[in-house]
């Protein structure tokens, strides 16, 4: 079952991890929320829990889904899993050719990323 101080946590990651992401600060996250900069500080600190309606304010500020941040582990997994499942029946229709030509591009976009990391 869930351990709710934990599943809290998590959320106020994720939350934390979008804002860093999209450069936008605490108190920018609480302006645009409309909710106080204590009550913000309390959700990042973990001093406080977050209300679903306070959760739906944030993610409406941030311009992502309460999916988002609240993670489920067991179902982005099987998401994953299927997703990698229907990529592997694809590449086996592929024609050797293909298969070459898609080893070398994945191979072009492992050193691009490579290359982009500081």
Not at 47 to 55: G, Q
Not at 75 to 90: A, C, P
Not at 97 to 115: A, F, G, S
Request: glycine share 6%; aromatic share 6%; with cysteine.
């Amino acid at each position: 079952m869930y351990n709710p101080d934990e599943e809290c946590r998590k959320i106020m990651d994720s939350i934390r991890e979008i804002c860093v992401s999209q450069g936008i600060s605490q108190n920018a996250l609480a302006k645009a929320a409309g909710i106080s900069n204590s009550t913000m500080s309390g959700l990042m600190t973990g001093k406080t829990s977050p209300y679903v309606h306070t959760l739906l304010k944030i993610c409406n500020a941030l311009g992502v889904r309460l999916e988002d941040v609240v993670e489920n582990d067991e179902i982005n997994e099987k998401e994953s899993i299927r997703e990698e499942t229907g990529i592997l029946k694809y590449y086996r229709r592929l024609p050797e050719y293909k298969k070459e030509q898609l080893c070398i591009y994945m191979d072009m976009l492992e050193q691009y990323d490579r290359n982009r990391r500081p």
